[in-house]
């Protein structure tokens, strides 16, 4: 399952959005002479554990047992099958964590329309993809196929969030246009494929005399197993012949991810997706589903969005907008238009269940479970002993290689990645707010008039009339000169920005070990920062022309970057991106001066990319055939270990014009040395900061070892602190019927745990009452009568917009002390 999280490298602090792939470098392992762990010690916290082990487990009926048999002790993957969610909640052995953030969908190959092949695809037409929804029953798959743990979905937008119930009313109104219709599906794809040249004969599609065949990869690990059957078996009713192609995330990535679309491997891929974080704000989504600029794989490179919707993606990414009205219909626009587009059919949000033994306590995530959890590595634990070690399965491990800049985005990977860094701040688990990990403080100053606000006390927001980016702030960078190019050069009459955050970093940050034992400095945080703006420089040795769109989106926003004080560390970032919280702001700013990678670990890949022996991402692995870069395992590392010595010996410091002054030959020389002695113990070149190091990988059994770290920094006992998220719960009472043009009124009870749910921590609660044709007729806000009770009142004149048969009151409720929306619905019969 693959992991998306605003704003975040899965590995480093995302310094922007271009930088998703190199902020990748603030995960990886602290170093620090690495000891054996030896239990807990005066520099950490005395409960959590010593070792943690991964081992894969695609079978989660099987990881249920290991569960009861204590053979592990945690199962990282998030289980919607009814029946072992069931045996979960009622076992003593087991506790659990439940989550809302994954999803499943289908993603298409966009290429063509004849692949390389000679064969033809006919997802490459957008009007085919759009069909593919009317052809689906979404309620279908989530009622049988999840057995009710699933919900139905049609966008980008997570039904749970907060995004998606701002927008219920747009969005329950497209849902009923998109609703299952097989006969204007088979419409469409029988005018679409005779467009193409395609003939259907006795049932079947030809195309120039042979059957037009799809290529289908179907997951095998979970339900997309029986959702990829079903969807197989519509697309062979339609004259489809369908090639089922079982696989499980390590066969199929290398096809649907790994390789070009247009030799056409591939049709149509059961993708599955994770949300590590609550995201407050989606806007992002459209752009990195459905643009190049998401990611720098040759799937998302193939992709060509209409330029009205790539217009509005980019807009929405940008953050380009003055008002929240302004937000909200380019949201509107965006979600009409990535139904059209439709490279992803979005089909089911899951509910997911992660169990653990009983004695185990950790801390996940609303979205994330305990896999997507940012703060499991501060918080895993035995609740009756100290220290020890605990197992934990995974339904899949090592599926792609890992490297800090564009390495493995798969969940379980990330996961472990997680353990090895310590981030510059974390998501609250239950809000999707940050709560600040590396940093002291921040102020955001914005634009006036602009609609940001802010909740938490580590922050202030400001509002100002204009912001003048500095003369000698940073902004772009010279790849020949290597060197940043200032403010001042680049726009000599001057730079305005709507925002400008001051980072105030964390007094002790310079006291940060890495795993192999050295500390971190100022050359580790500005390497990160410009290896981002070297990548996708044209003159640049390590090139990589995947990393061109979204750096071409971040230079529309990004106005300038500047270090005010080197130690304590204070710096200031100028932006024309805002965010509706003031915190995200700051957390958009503030991993531009961190990493969780050592400079010289990443030396090691540059001198390997440089010289064409291996190449960090996907893309160009692709493109000039070469192998995808592992910092963990296989034929990479002794080419890294090449470039080590080579290093060591040149004293080599890369980007030496730039770095040389944070950097001395002997300095360099003590690294790479360091590292060697890492590699000779550890056989990888993983090195990070966080609470655990990557103890040993192995590979063919599909095991990863972490211990703890005796050298991390004391673990915040707040973090393990989070308890039960106050979900809110729904319940409506009203007439079962009323009569057209009579007044009704309905009550809400919102509780949660039987208690009333204050009024003052509701966000909204809306209503969305639906007629007898399905069709949206009325929406409003709720009305609050007390705590824990609200009332929807109908007005005989809005009754008189209904129609005699079945109506249905739908509710939606979003409090702002969780970032979970809850909804329920009523029926009732209006009478002529």
Not at 153 to 177: C, G, H, M, W
Not at 279 to 298: E, K, L, V
Not at 514 to 540: N, Y
Not at 586 to 609: C, K, N, Q
Request: charged share 20%; glycine share 6%.
């Amino acid at each position: 399952m693959r992991n998306f999280q605003k704003g975040r490298n899965v590995r480093v602090k995302s310094i922007c959005f271009f930088l998703i792939t190199i902020l990748m470098l603030a995960i990886i392992p602290s170093t620090s002479c690495v000891p054996k762990s030896s239990g807990p010690t005066s520099s950490g916290s005395p409960s959590l554990a010593d070792e943690v082990v991964f081992v894969e487990e695609p079978d989660s009926a099987k990881a249920v047992r290991e569960l009861e048999a204590d053979n592990i002790q945690v199962y990282s993957g998030g289980l919607t099958d009814p029946e072992l969610a069931q045996r979960i909640k009622t076992s003593s052995e087991m506790g659990y964590e439940t989550s809302y953030g994954s999803s499943a969908e289908l993603t298409f190959n966009p290429s063509g329309p004849i692949f390389k092949t000679g064969k033809l695809n006919p997802f490459s037409v957008a009007a085919v993809r759009e069909a593919m929804n009317w052809l689906i029953d979404r309620h279908y798959v989530a009622e049988e196929t999840y057995g009710g743990l699933a919900v139905p979905r049609y966008f980008t937008l997570n039904t749970a969030f907060p995004d998606y119930a701002k927008l219920a009313s747009i969005a329950r109104a497209l849902e009923v246009q998109y609703a299952p219709n097989p006969a204007k599906a088979k419409e469409v794809i029988t005018a679409e494929m005779k467009k193409l040249g395609a003939v259907l004969t006795n049932g079947k599609w030809y195309y120039q005399g042979k059957p037009v065949e799809l290529n289908f990869i179907i997951r095998t690990e979970d339900k997309r197993k029986d959702v990829g059957d079903y969807v197989a078996t519509l697309l062979e009713n339609m004259g489809f012949t369908v090639n089922r192609q079982y696989k499980t995330a390590a066969d199929a990535s290398p096809i649907w991810i790994g390789s070009d679309p247009s030799e056409g491997r591939w049709n149509i891929y059961t993708g599955g997706w994770a949300s590590t974080a609550i995201s407050r704000d989606q806007a992002s989504n459209f752009a990195f589903y459905y643009t190049p600029t998401g990611r720098p794989d040759p799937l998302w490179q193939a992709y060509k969005p209409s330029p009205e919707f790539e217009k509005v993606a980019d807009t929405l990414v940008r953050r380009d907008y003055k008002t929240l009205d302004e937000r909200q219909q380019l949201m509107t626009d965006a979600l009409s238009l990535s139904m059209k587009d439709s490279v992803r059919v979005w089909l089911v949000d899951t509910l997911n269940i992660s169990p653990h033994r009983a004695d185990v306590a950790v801390a996940a995530d609303l979205a994330g479970g305990i896999s997507g959890s940012s703060l499991w590595p501060y918080t895993l634990r035995y609740t009756d002993k100290s220290g020890g070690s605990i197992t934990i399965g995974s339904p899949s491990l090592l599926t792609e290689p890992w490297n800090p800049v564009a390495g493995s985005n798969w969940i379980y990977d990330t996961m472990i990645i997680r353990g090895t860094e310590d981030a510059v701040d974390l998501p609250d688990p239950y809000t999707g707010l940050i709560l600040p990990n590396h940093v002291k403080s921040a102020e955001v100053y914005v634009q006036q008039g602009l609609p940001v606000s802010k909740t938490q006390d580590w922050l202030t927001l400001s509002f100002v009339p204009t912001i003048q980016a500095p003369q000698d702030a940073w902004i772009n960078w010279d790849a020949s000169a290597q060197r940043f190019r200032t403010v001042g050069e680049v726009h000599p009459g001057g730079l305005t920005a709507r925002t400008k955050t001051v980072v105030h970093y964390a007094d002790d940050l310079f006291q940060t070990r890495w795993h192999d034992g050295t500390k971190l400095t100022m050359a580790d945080i500005l390497l990160g920062l410009a290896l981002g703006f070297d990548r996708p420089q044209e003159k640049s040795s390590i090139f990589d022309e995947s990393e061109v769109p979204s750096f071409e989106t971040f230079l529309k926003y990004f106005k300038g970057m500047k270090i005010i004080q080197e130690n304590p560390l204070v710096a200031e970032v100028y932006s024309d991106q805002i965010f509706p919280d003031a915190e995200w702001i700051a957390d958009s700013a503030d991993g531009y001066f961190y990493t969780s990678v050592p400079w010289h670990v990443l030396s090691l890949g540059i001198l390997a990319e440089t010289n064409h022996e291996l190449a960090f991402s996907s893309s160009k692995a692709d493109q000039l055939k070469l192998e995808w870069m592992s910092y963990i395992a296989g034929p990479s590392l002794p080419i890294l270990d090449k470039y080590r010595q080579q290093a060591l010996k040149d004293k080599y410091i890369p980007y030496a014009n730039f770095l040389g002054k944070y950097v001395t030959a002997d300095e360099a020389s003590k690294r790479y040395t360091a590292l060697g002695d890492w590699y000779q113990k550890r056989g990888h070149f993983w090195v990070g900061n966080g609470p655990y190091y990557l103890d040993s990988v192995h590979t063919v059994q599909k095991t990863v070892v972490l211990h703890r770290f005796d050298q991390y920094r004391q673990t915040d006992q707040k973090l393990l602190a989070f308890t039960s998220p106050r979900i809110a719960n729904v319940k409506i009472s009203g007439p079962d019927q009323t009569r057209i043009g009579g007044a009704a009124e309905f009550q809400l009870e919102v509780t949660f745990n039987g208690k009333p749910y204050p009024i003052g921590d509701m966000d909204l609660v809306k209503f969305l009452l639906f007629g007898s044709n399905g069709a949206l007729a009325i929406s409003g806000d709720a009305e609050a009568v007390r705590d824990g009770l609200w009332r929807v009142r109908l007005t005989a004149d809005q009754s008189k917009q209904l129609q005699a048969g079945a109506n249905r009151l739908e509710i939606i409720a979003a409090p702002k002390v969780v970032s979970v929306a809850s909804f329920s619905s009523f029926t009732f019969a209006m009478m002529p």
